[in-house]
């Protein structure tokens, strides 16, 4: 088992940034990529970025040279720095970890969760 567990959402102004961290606990040699999630009100989860174990990441359209994702192998540590934030960033953000092949950004993919941070954006 594998237990995530995130830190530094928080409330900030349009065009502001946030680093958000995620912990990884237990079993994490089996973990062979890593992403972030989002889910505002009333809207399905959406895939924010990716990072695979050599470092090779992706990321969603609507983040593009505003989001970088990484990691800390060594902390069992990932972030997502969020920089030029806009209100539509406004959502809880999850960090989520696979033991798959795949390589996706598709939820259905991940088999970890973290409980989530709340992140606001605002105007």
């Known amino acids: 088992q594998v237990q995530l567990v995130e830190s530094g959402g928080g409330s900030v102004q349009a065009g502001g940034s946030l680093r958000l961290s995620c912990e990884a606990f237990?079993?994490?040699?089996?973990?062979?990529?890593m992403g972030w999630f989002r889910q505002a009100p009333g809207k399905e989860r959406e895939g924010v970025a990716r990072i695979d174990s050599d470092g090779d990441t992706s990321y969603a359209d609507s983040v593009k040279g505003r989001f970088t994702i990484s990691q800390d192998n060594t902390k069992h540590t990932l972030y997502l720095q969020m920089n030029s934030l806009k209100p539509d960033d406004t959502a809880m953000y999850f960090c989520?970890?696979?033991?798959?092949?795949?390589?996706?950004?598709?939820?259905?993919?991940?088999?970890?969760w973290g409980q989530g941070t709340q992140v606001t954006g605002s105007s």
């Open positions: 989520a970890a696979s033991y798959t092949g795949d390589r996706t950004m598709h939820d259905y993919d991940y088999n970890y």
């Open positions: 237990g079993y994490t040699y089996s973990i062979t990529y």
